[in-house]
């Protein structure tokens, strides 16, 4: 069974539709105009990208690809994370924790799936490696960005009492609970809300795909069920990883919180 | 207790310093000086707040050998303006049952104080309650950020009563900053001026100016 090809008029007229929205945005001087139009050329730009990428990845399939093309996803992943935060942790170590929290998740999860639950030979066949790694590190990649982000926010904000408790003879670890706990919350809280709704209110993006690609419903929906559980899984341990990590940076040994490693605020 | 005396050597933080002094068991010295010139920066540092260098000592406690919180607990600095993050008064008290009722009362508040709100507070109850809250940890030393400034006068000298005490029962050395040179006259033996460049002068006893 073959899905119905999209011309591009077809995908010109979807376009319309952002237009009237920028219209919008011109009009209620919402600001929005130029953010709305880069991310659509983005958007257009980089998944005709992976379309092509995509159709040589399935005719030469060599794990060096795999994992060239893996590392670039997690490149880009890693850079926005930084991007989505007010204050980010400065240098290489800012990136560092938001990179390393999704690969050791993201990884560690799809690697778990493609080899030992879906089990194909070779594990690596990109017609599931891709889009099961792209699923993942786009959603642990919003988890530990809205993690860290609420973390950092929050101590800055809540510097003084943090700083009472550490005067109190509590320790960084104590001194952060509530924090630490908010955060990795806040992370975790859209996958989980999207687990709980799945079916009900919307119909996931991966199922609606396989539907329309002609795959049975049943099927669509066991695969649907197996990305839910690897996504919330990933995010829940990027997210955790991470914020552990941001912990570690923002107090020194001596217990001090140290916002100096911050970069100042940055205009959205 | 072991009467310990407090004692900075070379202490250095950001670009200030260094500065060394000592106060002895019991002594109290009062720190006058401009706003900025850096008085709190110095509680801070004495406290371990901020990256720093040299040594401090209180008693047989060196800073550098036990861990943050420990000496953070001993050495007890009361901030210029108090944090309290949990919803009610008790919750901030590991136990509040353990208190003193002469502490309270000498503050002017008694034992229902325990379930008060945080947010209903005033600024000058949260000033006090702080100070119980610092005292019940029994540190053996006292760095008070102006301790009485949103008090009014009558509260103003049961506080003064109430930390003097503490200082000279305990033998506890005390760094008290205040805006008020009437004040620090009242209850310091020695005086220390923090000018704007942040170096300080030791303007020796506090009675001899007033």
Request: charged share 15%; hydrophobic share 50%.
């Amino acid at each position: 069974m073959n899905v119905k090809p999209l011309s591009p008029v077809d995908l010109a007229l979807a376009a319309s539709l952002l237009v009237l929205l920028g219209l919008f945005s011109w009009r209620l001087q919402l600001g929005l105009g130029r953010q709305l139009a880069i991310a659509a050329a983005r958007t257009t730009v980089q998944l005709l990208l992976i379309g092509q990428i995509l159709r040589l990845l399935f005719a030469h399939v060599h794990i060096g690809y795999m994992l060239l093309i893996s590392m670039v996803m997690l490149a880009a992943a890693g850079r926005e994370v930084v991007e989505r935060q007010q204050r980010s942790i400065r240098g290489l170590h800012g990136w560092l924790i938001g990179t390393g929290s999704m690969f050791l998740s993201s990884f560690s999860v799809t690697f778990l799936a493609l080899f030992v639950i879906i089990g194909n030979v070779p594990w690596y066949t990109p017609q599931y490696a891709i889009p099961l790694l792209g699923m993942l590190l786009g959603n642990t990649m919003s988890g530990v960005a809205l993690g860290m982000d609420r973390m950092t926010e929050t101590l800055w904000q809540q510097r003084q009492v943090i700083e009472q408790r550490l005067l109190l003879g509590q320790t960084a670890g104590q001194a952060v609970r509530e924090i630490r706990r908010q955060s990795i919350r806040a992370g975790m809280m859209p996958i989980i809300n999207s687990m709980a709704t799945a079916g009900l209110v919307s119909l996931p993006g991966m199922m609606t795909g396989q539907i329309l690609g002609g795959s049975s419903p049943l099927d669509a929906v066991h695969y649907q069920i197996l990305i839910m559980f690897l996504i919330c899984a990933g995010t829940g341990l990027g997210t955790i990883v991470a914020i552990l990590g941001v912990e570690r940076k923002l107090f020194d040994a001596r217990h001090r919180l140290r916002l100096d490693v911050l970069s100042p605020v940055r205009d959205s | 207790m072991l009467m310990p005396t407090l004692a900075i050597n070379n202490l250095r933080f950001q670009n200030r310093g260094p500065y060394s002094f000592r106060i002895e068991a019991g002594e109290c010295v009062g720190l006058q000086g401009d706003s900025g010139a850096g008085k709190s920066l110095l509680l801070r540092a004495i406290a371990d707040l901020d990256p720093r260098t040299g040594l401090m000592q209180l008693g047989d406690i060196n800073a550098d050998a036990v861990a943050a919180p420990v000496w953070r607990r001993t050495v007890g600095l009361l901030p210029a303006e108090s944090g309290w993050w949990l919803e009610s008064v008790g919750d901030h008290f590991a136990d509040f049952d353990a208190i003193d009722d002469g502490m309270l009362a000498a503050v002017g508040l008694d034992r229902s104080v325990q379930t008060w709100q945080i947010s209903r507070l005033s600024t000058g109850e949260k000033q006090r309650l702080a100070i119980v809250r610092l005292l019940h940890n029994q540190p053996h030393c006292l760095l008070l950020d102006e301790p009485t400034a949103s008090l009014d006068q009558g509260a103003v000298t049961r506080v003064e009563e109430l930390l003097l005490a503490y200082c000279k029962t305990q033998g506890a050395p005390m760094l008290w900053v205040s805006h008020d040179p009437a004040q620090l006259a009242r209850i310091s033996e020695h005086l220390f001026l923090m000018v704007t460049d942040g170096r300080l002068i030791d303007t020796g006893g506090a009675h001899d100016e007033c």
